[in-house]
């Protein structure tokens, strides 16, 4: 999947770790340093790479990188309307 491989990029960039790997479940307990800010900072960094804009209400709403790839798809397939 195009968007894992993309996010995957991304999560390396912002935790400066060129080993890690996520899956749909992935979440902040499972890479070191995934705190309040560097959240702030990945969804930034998501925003910006795919050109969209996450509603507080759905960055709140993530439990784990599946739930942002939902809402990643979801902002993509809107825009092509």
């Given at each position: 999947?195009?968007?894992?491989?993309?996010?995957?990029?991304i999560f390396?960039?912002?935790?400066?770790?060129?080993?890690?790997?996520?899956?749909?479940?992935?979440?902040?307990?499972?890479?070191a340093g995934?705190?309040?800010?560097?959240?702030?900072?990945?969804?930034?960094?998501?925003?910006?790479?795919?050109?969209?804009?996450?509603?507080?209400?759905?960055?709140?709403?993530?439990?784990?990188?599946?739930?942002?790839?939902?809402?990643?798809?979801?902002?993509?397939?809107?825009?092509?309307?």
């Open positions: 999947m195009v968007i894992t491989s993309n996010l995957t990029t390396r960039k912002v935790f400066s770790n060129k080993n890690i790997s996520i899956n749909t479940f992935t979440t902040a307990s499972d890479i995934w705190d309040s800010l560097t959240h702030i900072e990945l969804i930034a960094e998501i925003e910006d790479f795919f050109k969209i804009r996450f509603s507080f209400n759905e960055v709140v709403s993530f439990k784990n990188t599946g739930d942002i790839i939902d809402c990643i798809t979801k902002h993509l397939e809107s825009n092509k309307k």
